[in-house]
């Protein structure tokens, strides 16, 4: 199963490597990872996406706990959430498809954010099975580029995912 | 309020070290720790000149083991600091407490491949438990206290202070705080009570109990807890490689060390028993042996420190995370003893159908190495503190070797370092300037650190080497026997050098034993002189170490002796 980690981590020197490189150490494997800044200066969100049996990912979970620049770790997948991805897909565009890709655009409530003779920059955004359907769309046209932000998510409500 | 003293890099280092009641470090100087080895020049601090970075890391290693208080090295860059890499992965996977602070190149070179640059912390992050660059002088108060306070708290680990040249030669104010809060950093120490009750339960309901105890409990100071438990349950004892010393080894409920080279009855209790409390101890697969035929029938109790180790190769029926000692004392209070006679008496009937093998039988035997390290155990004081190397020996030691108290017995055990026992044991003299200090090691790993015969000399250091001489890597020749069909490719060292002369040279006095009677004097003698003494036993060779189950078998396939 694929579980969202949402870690906060104090924004050092070396943090991020000593994230990922507990990832590849212990043998589990990223899907993605999304990080930036949170609200408190000097402490960074990161969103991780991991695939394991819950065993696994406890495992994970107090691993990360372990590096003292860690202040927080949960499991966005057990409870409700919010989670969205960004894409942009670089698709083919001739004359004669450019109304078609528009309105798969549409559809998922995408945009075109830049436009030239052969070709079009979609930006999109959802959950993965969202992602997967417009590329999947779209791919008929000829995708020549495809860029993803990773997921983020977030608790839904007023719940938030605090430091301490 | 008095006004914070300005201080350069140099000084606040050894200023922090007093300040944490350091007063011995090891170490090695360089180019980029000339500032640092400046400031010691007049420093009251005692610095142990090592032959090789990796002995200074082992002996402080050894020094913790032994103290229970950080280790401090020393080191250069580049060279200086990755020749430290294998003692700190060994301190790493024993949790040994050490602070380790090697110089860099000056700040405007870093990240330009200068001469004798090597980024330390990136190799080092996998096997410390935290670690620093120095970017600003001001940071290196703080620092230094935190790496203190994490390397001695908590699941007990290495950590690395990383410092530029330049660095060493600044100054700032210099306020110096142990109390230091981290964010990120809060162990928990007392067990969770409703967690406790629920283990007093099972232990009063429990038939066939044992206790499995590891490092944890000599890293927390259990070793009272535990007795006072064992005995007033009438519990049996079985202790891990690391945690042996934890429990006495000549009293009447200990099992001795359970798994690939456990004892018989250590392993048929792990089997048959309905409950484990397992003290510190993280199921190595050593000890385990095939992990789903690893005690079927019994409840686990899983106390640690580190929550992740709880779960991670065994389920824990009820866990725990605190410290050991706090744990166990908690529960000595609540705690009612269950009927534990039967098991007992089963436990002994295996005691004395599977005694422990003393080796070959053949009458062109020659001698045998189980026999000397009981020579070596019946000769010595109980308080004598013995540090071992890797391999054949090492199983023999832990096997027959009596240790009573904890503290006294080193050993790389996580990471299994050739290497590690005479540097730890040269660390362990300067820990216990008042007792007995013996090495043992082998042909194989004594030469993996055998220049620091210069340190012991230099050092008129009062330290017995019994080199177990096998002219082979006994362990790998071992297994070569058993699953290669005896092709023993480069495991037997047939060219070795004559260990007598070698140590001789040095200005070590040097003894050889080829018969029993000969080992006997040795030890004796050995025992009476001062300074460094090696004693070279000619032992033979085939021996193997019995018990054994084979890698990845359940533990209570147990080979006796033998061909397999």
Redesign the interface.
């Known amino acids: 199963m694929k579980h969202v980690l949402a870690i906060l981590v ?1 924004n050092k ?2 943090a991020l ?2 994230i990922s ?2 990832f590849s ?1 212990r043998g589990f494997n990223i899907e993605n990872i999304a990080v930036g800044e949170t609200v408190t200066p000097g402490i960074a969100r990161m969103t991780i996406t991991v695939e394991g049996s819950d ?1 696994v990912i ?2 994970v979970m ?2 990360l ?7 927080k770790v949960s499991n966005l997948s057990k409870e409700p959430s919010v989670m969205r991805e960004l894409v942009l897909i670089k698709v083919r565009a001739e004359t004669g498809s450019r109304s078609d890709i528009q309105q798969i655009v549409e559809t998922f409530r995408g945009k075109v954010v830049d436009v030239s003779p052969d070709s079009m920059i979609i930006e999109v955004t959802g959950t993965e099975d969202k992602i997967e359907a417009i590329k999947m769309m779209l791919d008929h046209f000829g995708i020549r580029e495809i860029v993803r932000t990773g997921k983020v998510a977030l608790l839904r409500g007023a719940k938030i995912t605090r ?2 | 309020m008095m006004k914070e003293k300005m201080l350069k890099g140099s000084a606040m280092i050894l200023k922090a070290l007093e300040l944490e009641g350091v007063d011995q470090v090891f170490g090695y100087p360089g180019g980029a720790v000339l500032s640092l080895y400046n400031q010691l020049y007049d420093s009251s601090l005692k610095h142990l000149l090592v032959r090789h970075e990796q002995a200074a890391v082992h002996a402080a290693d050894g020094y913790a083991r032994v103290t229970g208080q950080p280790g401090v090295v020393f080191a250069t860059s580049g060279p200086g600091a990755t020749n430290l890499v294998t003692g700190i992965a060994t301190a790493y996977m024993d949790s040994v407490p050490l602070v380790l602070i090697t110089g860099q190149v000056a700040s405007r070179f870093i990240g330009t491949d200068a001469f004798q640059e090597a980024d330390i912390t990136g190799i080092t992050l996998p096997i410390t438990k935290h670690n620093y660059l120095v970017k600003d002088i001001k940071e290196l108060p703080f620092i230094l206290s935190e790496a203190f306070y994490l390397a001695s708290t908590g699941r007990r680990g290495p950590v690395l202070i990383d410092i530029p040249k330049d660095v060493f030669d600044q100054e700032a104010p210099f306020a110096y705080d142990q109390k230091c809060h981290i964010a990120g950093y809060n162990p928990t120490y007392s067990g969770h009570a409703g967690q406790v009750n629920r283990a007093v339960k099972e232990i009063r309901d429990a038939r066939r109990p044992v206790i499995f105890g590891g490092g944890g409990l000599i890293r927390s100071s259990a070793d009272q807890a535990l007795r006072e438990l064992a005995e007033t349950a009438k519990i049996p004892v079985i202790l891990s490689l690391m945690g042996l010393g934890a429990f006495p080894g000549d009293n009447g409920l200990f099992l001795g060390m359970p798994g690939m080279h456990g004892s018989v009855a250590a392993n048929y209790a792990l089997t048959e028993t309905d409950l484990i409390i397992a003290a510190g101890v993280r199921f190595d697969d050593r000890v385990t042996g095939k992990l789903d035929s690893f005690a079927e029938k019994a409840k686990i109790i899983h106390i640690d420190i580190d929550p992740a180790e709880i779960g991670k190769n065994v389920m824990a029926d009820i866990p725990i995370v605190g410290d050991v000692r706090l744990v166990l004392e908690d529960l000595l209070r609540k705690l009612k003893p269950g009927d534990t006679g039967k098991w007992l008496k089963q436990i002994e009937s295996w005691q004395e159908k599977y005694p422990l093998p003393l080796g070959s039988k053949k009458v062109e035997r020659g001698l045998l190495p189980q026999f000397v390290i009981r020579e070596l155990s019946r000769l010595s004081e109980p308080n004598t503190i013995v540090a071992t190397d890797v391999g054949q020996h090492q199983m023999w030691t832990a096997q027959h070797f009596i240790v009573r108290t904890p503290k006294r017995f080193l050993t790389s055990g996580g990471l299994g370092t050739m290497g590690y026992g005479f540097p730890a044991a040269i660390g362990a003299r300067f820990a216990a300037p008042e007792h007995r200090v013996l090495c043992i090691t082998g042909d194989g790993s004594f030469q993996m650190n055998i220049q620091e015969l210069a340190t012991v000399v230099n050092n008129n250091l009062d330290l017995t080497i019994a080199l177990i001489n096998n002219r082979s890597l006994g362990m790998v020749r071992q297994w070569q026997e058993f699953f290669y069909e005896k092709r023993y490719s480069h495991t037997l060292l047939a060219e070795s050098p004559d260990f007598v002369k070698v140590a001789e040279a040095y200005g070590v006095k040097a003894l050889r034993a080829v018969t029993e009677e000969e080992a006997t004097r040795a030890i004796e003698e050995a025992y009476q002189l001062k300074g460094p003494v090696l004693i070279d036993f000619v032992v033979n060779p085939g021996e193997n170490v019995y018990p054994m189950v084979a890698p990845n078998h359940p533990i209570n396939q147990i080979i006796t002796g033998g061909d397999l």
């Open positions: 104090e020197a070396g490597t000593r490189g507990l150490r065993p406890e495992q107090k691993q706990h372990k590096l003292v620049n860690v202040l430091e301490a």
